[in-house]
């Protein structure tokens, strides 16, 4: 299967005071909601990612999902990926400020200027079915993911459903997580 990338909301931050942030974190991907991807629609099943998070494999938090512009990973316990009580993908990572790359994404997202998060994968189950917009065959449900490749914070989302916004990780529960 090829990977596809797609692209949802939030970026957030938790700082203490004034102090820089101490972690960043978003929601990679949203289920139950139907988006409109241009040509065809799109909705993820609640559950699409619990076997894929089962897995022992790697997962990164890269920027814009390029391969050298990585945030963290959580083999390395700076990053962790889970499914949120909604049943939604979310992550966090460990920004190190001695890292260039790190404090330049820090300071976008603090700034307002990254909002939005993405996700790479592949799928292992899914249908196509009606959409009431585009006809027969063009409703893009995917029940389960396969693997897992990387979480990012993203420059241009291709899922506009979720506002992004900065607020505080402080009440944010992993259900189910990937790293501990």
């Given at each position: 299967?090829?990977?596809t990338?797609?692209?949802?909301?939030?970026?957030?931050?938790?700082?203490?005071?004034?102090?820089?942030?101490?972690?960043f974190?978003?929601?990679?991907?949203?289920?139950g909601?139907?988006?409109?991807?241009?040509?065809?629609?799109?909705?993820i099943?609640?559950?699409?990612?619990?076997n894929?998070?089962?897995?022992?494999?790697?997962?990164?938090?890269?920027?814009?999902?390029?391969?050298?512009l990585?945030?963290?990973r959580t083999?390395?316990?700076?990053?962790?990926?889970?499914?949120?009580?909604?049943?939604?993908?979310?992550y966090?990572?460990?920004?190190?400020?001695?890292?260039?790359?790190?404090?330049?994404?820090?300071?976008?997202?603090?700034?307002?200027?990254?909002?939005?998060?993405?996700?790479?994968?592949?799928?292992a189950?899914?249908?196509?079915e009606?959409?009431?917009?585009?006809?027969?065959?063009?409703?893009?449900?995917i029940?389960?993911?396969?693997?897992?490749?990387?979480?990012?914070?993203?420059?241009?989302?291709?899922?506009?459903?979720?506002?992004?916004?900065?607020?505080?990780?402080?009440?944010?529960?992993?259900?189910?997580?990937k790293?501990?």
């Amino acid at each position: 299967f090829p990977v596809t990338i797609r692209f949802t909301g939030n970026v957030q931050y938790r700082a203490d005071g004034d102090a820089m942030p101490t972690e960043f974190g978003g929601i990679a991907a949203v289920v139950g909601i139907t988006t409109d991807l241009k040509y065809f629609e799109e909705r993820i099943e609640k559950g699409a990612f619990d076997n894929a998070l089962k897995k022992d494999y790697d997962i990164r938090c890269l920027f814009n999902h390029e391969s050298e512009l990585i945030l963290g990973r959580t083999k390395a316990n700076t990053c962790k990926v889970f499914v949120n009580a909604d049943g939604n993908l979310e992550y966090t990572w460990t920004p190190d400020y001695e890292n260039p790359l790190h404090v330049q994404v820090a300071r976008s997202i603090m700034r307002g200027d990254i909002t939005q998060s993405s996700f790479a994968f592949t799928v292992a189950d899914r249908s196509w079915e009606k959409s009431d917009k585009y006809g027969d065959l063009s409703l893009h449900v995917i029940k389960e993911i396969d693997e897992l490749y990387d979480v990012s914070p993203v420059t241009y989302p291709a899922y506009v459903d979720t506002e992004a916004e900065a607020r505080s990780l402080e009440n944010t529960k992993p259900e189910k997580s990937k790293v501990s």
